[in-house]
């Protein structure tokens, strides 16, 4: 399997994820640098896990565990990689990854993002079918039991839009491939 040379957007809890990082022309790991990863999580700095690449000729590969995976809390961590040499410190790289749960381990709660529980909430009231916690949720400091059918409407297309952002996100992620941007060629024979 060929591993990719970028930083993953996500970890699924529970896999194995391996990337490599090409620094031999700056920082090989012949000349004595080590690098390593620190993921922190957003809401939680107590909350991290740390990796050292390994080296095969001045190529670094970077490896968390199906088992460090699996100790992550699913949410967003800051992403941090820098080489290191006795007292030098250099970043090398700095980002967002997504933990996401292992759904293959789930037996209870509510999976879907924010955005979708918003979406599905709005659509509950505007159909008047709310549940009483969906009918208490808050959308800018209001209750949507509490906003007018109008702007119901208007949050229901500006959070079904979100939605649809989330999915194609998702599918982008999935494939390579944006749907919005494939074009058709015609050729002259």
Known sequence: MELSTTEPLFIQS???VSWSKLLASSYPASGGWS???????????SKRLQVT????????????TAAQSAALTAGTYFIFG???KASERYQVFSGTIEVRPNLAALTTGDIRSTVKRT??????TIQNRATS????????????????MAELLVLHDKYKTYYSNELLK??????GVNPRYIGVRFVRL
């Open 119 to 124: 979406l599905d909430a709005i659509e509950a």
């Open 53 to 64: 690449a390994t080296d095969s000729n001045d190529v670094y590969t970077v490896t968390i």
């Open 35 to 45: 690098l390593v990863y620190t993921l922190t999580l957003q809401s939680d700095a």
């Open 170 to 175: 998702g599918q982008i992620a999935r494939t």
């Open 14 to 16: 529970g896999d194995t």
């Open 133 to 148: 916690d969906q009918q208490q949720m808050t959308i800018d400091g209001r209750t949507l039991v509490r906003i007018p």
């Open 82 to 84: 820098h080489v290191v």
